[in-house]
């Protein structure tokens, strides 16, 4: 896609949050329908499997934009198995797929889906900082993250209701207050 090439738009972790940000605009009027679909820590965590719970929302995507091709970044190394599972439940079974690890990095479309997708994010993290202050980015590798979830847990009996409580930080921090209490109760 020519036009989409031309915005200068690559894999989303390649570009800062601001040229992410100018790109948006741009890459939302060549587009022919933008979907985006937030999922709640909750449902995440009532799924028995996260590559299942993504795949169904591809699924959603899909059908609802009555797409004739697509191209995904596949999250499982089996990618033509990949695009058999999304296949399977596609109202059209006639859809193109081209499924392929990385493919945020070779084809514009995943690209600019990868960008809207992070700009989207960050403008959510920015309203949840206002409801529970600064807690970082969100991700495990941010320290200001996972200083806030232990303060938190400190200070509250369980996450709040943003927080996966599958996440396996969430998990770690739950068992090393656990230990901490059982080491009290032992002394």
Same mark, same amino acid.
């Given at each position: 896609?020519?036009?989409? %090439?031309?915005?200068?738009?690559?894999? @989303?972790?390649?570009?800062? +949050?601001?040229?992410?940000?100018?790109?948006?605009?741009?890459? !939302?009027?060549?587009?022919?329908?933008?979907?985006?679909?937030?999922?709640?820590?909750?449902?995440?965590?009532?799924?028995?499997?996260?590559?299942?719970?993504?795949?169904? %929302?591809?699924?959603?995507?899909?059908? @609802?934009?009555?797409?004739? +091709?697509?191209?995904?970044?596949?999250?499982?190394?089996?990618? !033509?198995?990949?695009a058999g599972k999304i296949r399977h439940g596609l109202v059209s079974k006639g859809v193109e797929i081209t499924a392929e690890n990385f493919a945020d990095r070779k084809y514009p479309e995943v690209s600019a889906a990868s960008v809207i997708a992070k700009v989207t994010r960050d403008a959510e993290i920015k309203k949840l900082h206002r409801v529970y202050g600064n807690f970082g980015s969100g991700y495990t590798s941010d320290e200001r993250t996972t200083g806030f979830l232990k303060d938190w847990i400190k200070m509250n009996k369980e996450f709040p209701k943003i927080v996966r409580k599958r996440w396996i930080t969430a998990e770690e921090i739950l068992r090393e207050k656990q230990q901490k209490n059982l080491h009290l109760f032992a002394e």
């Open positions: 896609m020519p036009a989409l %090439k031309k915005t200068g738009v690559k894999d @989303s972790k390649l570009l800062t +949050r601001e040229q992410r940000k100018k790109m948006l605009p741009g890459l !939302k009027k060549i587009a022919s329908g933008v979907r985006i679909i937030q999922v709640p820590a909750s449902e995440i965590d009532s799924s028995d499997n996260l590559n299942k719970l993504e795949i169904r %929302k591809m699924q959603e995507i899909i059908n @609802s934009m009555q797409a004739e +091709r697509v191209y995904i970044d596949a999250p499982e190394r089996n990618t !033509k198995k990949f």
